[in-house]
């Protein structure tokens, strides 16, 4: 049986920063990520307020144009490239995906290690142009033709940067199919596998098969800079439409990397905090690879505008009405799933539920712009702006922090406040919606979008949700102080499933020692949310 | 694992040849989509510019191209012997297979070598004078040319590091029957690398 030293946690096992910085611990790794992208989001939620801020009020008032183009592409690309892709892969799906699949790690350690070293060049390649060179791009973090190749700002530095961060990815993505594959508990079948396996399976697969084409299409924009031939250029002799259909054949993918683990969270949490089998097993795993393989069709929704066929501007529309069809699937089985279940508010399930809210306003104004006439009138307005923020920020963003108060205490085997978890979360939710739904209105008013300034008559929405920028702020402010007092005050918990969860990391010791597990896991005879044969747990 | 009586049935710290093989050919479709990239850019600027591709493609030195495309064969046929004799445990003979591979990797490059100074050497390079002022079709076929054979030959050279490590392995006895997905994956990696070539070969200087 399990010795003394066996229970050392991975925490404690080795201590010194050079033991962090090199460690081949998913769990370490994991961490490491999550300090570093926290890092990250800090910056781009900075750039954010100074960017509500200045339209505050029509005409200047902190920055001037440029300056203030070149703060939304820095955000964008920190937000996008540095926070939301790898957010929930790169730090819950290194930290518990061997642990959820009853294993000791990913099947490639040092890979792994190598993945967050890549990410962290890219991310400095990345800020460095606040210092270095021309100052950062201005072109928003689309880099659109022709104006990229154009522009006198250091793009080629801010496309590199992507274009490593990419291969990080890629790495992180690789190395999780193989485990997936190769290192689930014998007697773990596929659909015995828990959701959120599933939903990091088809995000990886989109992570493997889309970056590559936009690592590319990023490395045709530098070359193109540097020697100056029109691949993209129609002035001499390139097509820009060309490099937009590139862009968007990874940019429209990488949205389901965005969103799909938010998805394999939300499976999570549900079937936990109403202790109850997750309703429809099947249809939300499949649903995750319809939604990996339609996605991969519909890239041209962004380009309505730009030139293409009929023919092909109605293909294209279609078939993004289609991936609304998954996508609902998982929104009704979600809600059956808490429909008379047993119900425990926490934290966490709040996190959850505010995730089924805003991802469906974020959904449905996707159909709404998907439309090819009313696309034409909304295209680049802050109609979208309030779309893909309530899509990736309130979606995907709140998934994260709702998984970081799920499995805060198996982390790092402590508690934080749940009172002032809850309010934090209540200051947060109002100013997220603040902020972000007056901009549908100015958006269908005709605001358009990557300007400092704008007409008097979209005053009123711009003041409301410069304000609610300002109570998202404190909202996360209080939410952040929380986890980290609670890192070093918080009730130290020693009980192995603090929520009455099922899933395997809940069987590990808390914190889990450096090999996971200390006796064999045991599965739940049917699938892994069947709470009524729940493994006896002893702590 | 040593301060546990625990191990886990299917654990990370295993050595698994397979995950190895299965890791490195996700890796190879990804490097495949890399150039997928380029080849669509290829195929769309050559239906744009027809007659400026058929132009300039008469340019390019085909005996130059065809004894690149039988030193890049024999490579990978010296390779996968390589990989079958370290299956039959005569690592001598795999580790003398692969130098053969890597001197005609080396070949490769020096034959690219000449073609390409030899281009610039005319001035047909971006940049240069006569570069510029060929029509905007001419220079897009020279662009592309540029791009793809030199990420491929940048490839090449990758491969080369990778089969010298190989050789390393090898000549330290760490290889053997049971356990040389080493070999099988540069080989792998070998193969892909050739197998790009096939495409770029006709796509730049056949294809009339
Ligand atoms: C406090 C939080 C945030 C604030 C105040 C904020 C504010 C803004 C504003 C005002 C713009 C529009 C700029 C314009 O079009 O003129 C913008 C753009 C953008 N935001 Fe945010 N944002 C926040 C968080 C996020 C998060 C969490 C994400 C991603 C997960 C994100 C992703 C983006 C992207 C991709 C753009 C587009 C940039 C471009 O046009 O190139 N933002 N943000
Ligand atoms: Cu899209």
Redesign the pocket.
């Known amino acids: 049986m399990a010795t003394a030293t066996a229970q050392v946690s991975y925490l404690e096992a080795k201590k010194g920063i050079l033991s962090w910085l090199f460690s081949v611990d998913h769990k370490r790794i994991g961490l490491l990520y999550l300090y570093s992208l926290i890092t990250f ?1 800090l910056v ?2 900075t750039l ?2 100074l ?2 801020y200045e ?1 505050l009020n029509p005409g200047k008032d902190l920055v001037e144009a440029k300056t ?1 183009n070149q703060i ?2 820095l ?2 690309v920190i ?2 490239f540095l ?2 892709i790898p957010s929930i892969p790169a730090v819950f799906g290194n930290f518990f995906l061997p642990i959820m699949l009853g294993t000791d790690d990913v099947s490639f350690p040092r890979l792994n290690l190598l993945s967050w070293w890549v990410y962290i060049i890219g991310a400095v390649m990345a800020l460095s142009t606040l210092v270095f060179g021309d100052g950062p791009a201005d072109t ?3 880099f659109y033709a022709p104006y990229s190749v154009k522009t006198g700002t250091n793009v080629s530095m801010s496309v590199l940067a992507a274009f490593i961060l990419g291969f990080s990815s890629i790495l992180t993505g690789l190395n999780f199919i193989v485990t997936i594959h190769r290192l689930r508990a014998p007697g773990m079948t596929f659909t015995k596998m828990p959701l959120f396996a599933w939903a990091l399976y088809a995000t990886s697969w989109i992570q493997l098969l889309a970056t590559p084409i936009i690592g590319i299409t990023l490395l045709m924009i530098v070359a193109e800079r540097t020697l100056g031939v029109g691949l993209f250029d129609p002035s001499i002799g390139g097509d820009p439409i060309l490099y937009q259909h590139l862009f968007w054949i990874y940019s429209h993918p990488a949205v389901y990397i ?1 969103a799909l683990p938010a998805f394999g969270i939300i499976s999570e949490l549900l079937p936990t905090f109403s202790r109850r089998t997750i309703f429809g097993y099947k249809a939300i795993a499949y649903s995750s690879l319809a939604i990996a393989f339609v996605g991969y069709f519909i890239w041209g929704h962004h380009m309505f505008t730009s030139g293409m066929s009929g023919t092909a501007r109605f293909i294209f529309s279609m078939l993004t009405f289609l991936v609304a069809i998954p996508t609902a699937i998982k929104v009704f089985n979600w809600v059956a799933t808490l429909y008379k279940g047993s119900i425990h508010v926490e934290p966490p399930l709040l996190y959850a539920l505010a995730f089924i809210f805003q991802f469906m306003i974020g959904g449905f104004t996707g159909l709404i712009l998907g439309a090819l006439a009313t696309d034409i009138h909304l295209h680049d307005t ?1 109609f979208v ?1 309030g779309h ?2 309530y899509v ?2 309130g979606g ?2 709140f998934a994260f922090f709702g998984a970081l108060h799920y499995w805060y205490p198996k982390i790092w085997g402590r508690m934080y406040n749940k009172a002032v978890a809850n309010i934090a979360f209540v200051i947060f939710f109002i100013g997220f919606n603040t ?1 972000y739904f007056p901009m549908f209105i100015s958006g269908l008013m005709g605001m358009p ?4 300034d704008y007409l008097p008559e979209f005053h009123v929405p711009n003041i409301v949700s410069t304000v609610g ?1 300002w109570i ?2 404190i909202g ?1 402010l209080i939410m952040l102080g929380n986890l980290i007092v609670a890192r070093f005050r918080g009730r130290k918990v020693t009980e192995r499933d603090p929520w009455g969860g099922i899933t395997l990391e809940w069987q590990t010791p808390t914190p889990p020692p450096v090999q996971n597990f200390d006796s064999l896991p045991e599965l739940p005879l049917n699938g892994p949310y069947d709470y009524e044969n729940k493994p006896q747990i002893k702590d | 694992m040593a301060h546990t009586g625990l191990v886990l049935p299917n654990s990370g710290h295993n050595r698994d040849a397979e995950a190895n093989k299965f890791g490195m050919w996700l890796f190879l479709f990804t490097e495949l989509l890399l150039f997928g990239g380029l080849f669509i850019v290829y195929m769309v600027y050559r239906m744009l510019n027809h007659e400026a591709f058929l132009l300039s493609s008469f340019e390019l030195n085909v005996t130059m191209g065809t004894v690149n495309t039988v030193v890049l064969l024999v490579s990978s046929m010296t390779i996968a012997m390589a990989v079958s004799a370290i299956q039959m445990g005569q690592a001598k003979r795999s580790a003398m297979l692969l130098w053969i591979t890597f001197a005609l990797a080396g070949v490769f490059l020096v034959i690219k070598y000449f073609e390409w100074s030899a281009k610039i050497h005319h001035g047909l390079f971006p940049g240069l004078d006569y570069y510029n002022n060929l029509p905007a079709g001419e220079r897009l076929f020279f662009f592309l040319y540029y791009i793809m054979t030199g990420l491929h030959a940048l490839h090449i050279i990758i491969g080369m590091v990778i089969i010298l490590f190989t050789i390393r392995q090898t000549n330290n006895g760490t290889l053997s029957p049971e356990k040389h997905s080493l070999t099988e994956n540069a080989g792998l990696y070998w193969h892909l690398v050739d197998l790009i070539w096939i495409y770029l070969f006709p796509l730049f200087y056949l294809i009339h």
């Open positions: 989001f781009g939620v954010g307020l960017m509500r339209l203030y939304f592409t955000h964008g937000m996008i926070f939301i928003g973090w689309t965005m802050y702006v893909f923020h990736m920020f995907t963003g902020l979008r990557r300007y400092y920028s998202l702020a996360l």
